[in-house]
């Protein structure tokens, strides 16, 4: 099955630096890859997503990459704000069917 | 097009007794998926659904968890003679039917917290 790996656990970054966090992944035949922002208790909510055809995808301050050959993917946030604030997972599907594994979890606290 | 729902977003029951959690997924989506998430860990899968089938649920506990998704009404999670290790929040999520091999976006309900005493 597929193992999803997020590294570091916690990041904390000044206001307007940049955050990167990255996850690896295990199953080669995976071919999507969603981030999720959690904040406390509140509903993951789906942020942004790559599929296996492109290597980046951008929206707004956020963008993912992925790198196939290398089995991980990242998330890259700019001019990061206090309200980005909450713990980020990363996820891959399993087998034929769709659910997916997800990761940790990595909390990003933005320092005002 | 009001999203994922569930109810009750807190439940409490004593050791013992039943749990139903109740999903309505998205308007247009078939597929339901269930998660628990214990306090400061990540998300755990328990069961995919679709409508009057189960497809896959490897991820549910052997005795105790049920789940079914009928041709009318909410997928409901059902735990059985709960105990307090059952104590976490379950997450439903919806996505559309899939097209052929092209994954769909799973989207999250905003969760049953479940303590049980």
């Known amino acids: 099955g597929e193992n999803v790996e997020q590294h570091p656990s916690t990041l904390s970054v000044q206001e307007g630096d940049s955050a990167v966090i990255k996850c690896t992944y295990s199953d080669s035949a995976s071919n999507y890859f969603p981030w999720y922002k959690q904040e406390l208790g509140k509903r993951p909510q789906l942020i942004i997503d790559i599929r296996s055809n492109v290597g980046e995808k951008k929206d707004q301050r956020i963008a993912v990459t992925l790198n196939k050959t290398a089995k991980h993917f990242s998330l890259h946030i700019t001019e990061t704000q206090p309200e980005d604030s909450a713990v980020y997972f990363c996820?891959?599907?399993?087998?034929?069917?769709?659910?997916?594994?997800f990761g940790k979890g990595i909390t990003l606290s933005v320092r005002p | 097009n009001a999203g994922v729902m569930q109810n009750p977003r807190h439940l409490v029951r004593r050791r013992g007794q039943e749990a139903r959690l109740r999903c309505s997924p998205m308007?247009?989506?078939?597929?339901v998926y269930w998660y628990r998430q214990l306090p400061e860990e990540g998300l755990k899968f328990m069961v995919y659904l679709q409508k009057e089938n189960i497809i896959d649920e490897s991820g549910m506990p052997k005795e105790r968890f049920s789940a079914e998704f009928p041709k009318e009404g909410p997928s409901i999670l059902r735990i059985q003679q709960v105990v307090r290790g059952d104590s976490a929040a379950y997450f439903c999520?919806?996505?559309?039917?899939?097209?052929?091999?092209?994954?769909?976006?799973?989207?999250f309900g905003p969760g049953t917290r479940l303590t049980v005493l």
């Open positions: 996820a891959a599907p399993t087998g034929a069917n769709s659910k997916l594994t």
């Open positions: 308007k247009g989506h078939s597929h």
């Open positions: 999520a919806s996505s559309p039917p899939n097209r052929g091999f092209i994954y769909n976006e799973q989207f």
